[in-house]
């Protein structure tokens, strides 16, 4: 993969910056070793081929521009059997609609339609009796003499599983189950995943499919007012291959389950713990509930749940005058290119009075989010609840984060009252 070469010092300092990016501390703050990376440029080349980005301007053009194109099917096919995209993990998820290009992107997302307002408006009251709910069980646990509690497994983890879980009609019993396949799925889609890595991704996405094809098999015997229901009514009217159907179906319920929970519930537990580590940001939120929607969209710039977005290239060109030949990669590290000082002013400061708060946390063009609205939804829901009705709430440590590069997740959020 790929025409670029590098010289060897150049190349031992980016692997040398990797290995501190893998390291507990450098997941636990990756921005000076972004700093340094962009540093070097706008665009450079990573040690393993194709090109590093971290220029906020560059990763937004990559993201809309047709030129650049998700690693599909046939991508993956071409760059051998033995290789990382072609582990059965990769090869599954290269199925769901993320991992499209048109034309078949733009008719599996016509076909699973959206979270348009009105279907919002509906899951509002559903997320805030969600939320009323788990911020109790945080109370309870602290008045009834606990020391701390885990504000990520009590609510970060369990609001996205129920919001999404109650949509699709998936029994509750088996919400916790799916929470945790989603986390070990997700390795998969990591920058640079290990072998046993990816060997707990297949066989936590060998379990998805066989638990979600026999939820399709039997949703067919009595279909109701539910998404899973609508799709397959939507697939059989345009497959007549009943299988064939029901897999398309899976692959969408697939989709929004992995969208759904695993980049929510970091952007929760981000969102309280920016709020947690600075008393005077409380402050402004009890005072100014207004700025909920700008605090929210800044910690997506500040600290977004996905740090690195891949794409190849459509065709032999040049970026930022640098050669690239079809099939190339790119690795949009968005996680820098958000503190990017041209894009914005004084970016390593957390400020809610940002006047605008451009951010790639939802990726951009075609590939857009379909799930943004339901994030922001159970984001700024979370905090206007937090805010109102736990107002001593405090960190009592810094949150151990999970062993990855590219999907931000905190382990843990031990908070306590003040």
Request: hydrophobic content about 40%; proline content about 7%; overall charge negative.
């Amino acid at each position: 993969m790929g025409s670029l070469t590098t010289p060897s010092s150049d190349r031992r300092a980016t692997v040398s910056l990797f290995s501190r990016l893998r390291t507990a501390q450098g997941q636990a703050d990756p921005f000076p070793l972004y700093t340094e990376l962009r540093s070097r440029g706008g665009v450079s080349p990573a040690p393993w081929g194709g090109l590093l980005v971290t220029s906020f301007d560059t990763c937004d053009r990559i993201l809309r521009s047709g030129d650049w194109l998700e690693p599909d099917k046939s991508w993956r096919d071409r760059q051998g059997h033995s290789t990382r995209w072609n582990a059965p993990s990769a090869r599954e998820i290269s199925n769901t609609m993320p991992a499209l290009n048109p034309p078949e992107h733009t008719s599996v997302r016509r076909a699973a339609g959206g979270f348009d307002r009105t279907t919002i408006q509906r899951m509002g009251e559903t997320v805030r009796e969600l939320t009323d709910g788990l911020l109790d069980t945080v109370a309870d646990r602290l008045r009834d003499g606990e020391d701390e509690a885990d504000f990520a497994a009590l609510v970060s983890e369990e609001l996205p599983v129920a919001t999404i879980g109650a949509w699709l009609s998936l029994p509750s019993a088996d919400w916790p189950q799916l929470r945790e396949l989603t986390h070990e799925q997700v390795y998969t889609q990591e920058l640079l995943p290990s072998s046993s890595q990816l060997a707990r991704s297949d066989v936590a996405m060998a379990e998805l499919r066989s638990y979600f094809m026999d939820l399709i098999r039997d949703r067919r015997s009595h279909l109701g007012d539910d998404p899973v229901s609508r799709w397959i009514q939507t697939w059989d009217a345009r497959e007549p291959d009943r299988d064939k159907a029901d897999e398309a179906v899976y692959f969408l319920v697939l989709f929004v389950l992995l969208a759904a929970l695993e980049t929510t519930s970091t952007l929760l537990s981000t969102t309280a713990l920016m709020l947690l580590e600075e008393p005077t940001r409380w402050d402004l939120l009890s005072t100014r509930p207004d700025l909920i929607p700008a605090f929210v969209e800044e910690t997506l710039r500040y600290d977004p749940p996905i740090h690195v977005i891949s794409r190849v290239a459509a065709k032999d060109g040049s970026l930022n005058g640098m050669e690239v030949r079809a099939d190339d990669m790119v690795h949009l590290m968005v996680g820098a290119a958000h503190r990017d000082p041209v894009a914005h002013s004084d970016p390593e400061q957390f400020d809610p009075h940002r006047p605008t708060s451009h951010h790639l946390a939802f990726s951009g063009g075609i590939h857009y989010c379909l799930g943004a609205p339901l994030a922001r939804l159970e984001a700024q829901t979370l905090l206007r609840q937090l805010v109102g009705r736990l107002p001593r709430l405090a960190l009592t440590r810094r949150p151990p984060r999970a062993p990855r590069v590219a999907f931000r997740r905190l382990l843990r959020l031990d908070v306590a009252l003040a």
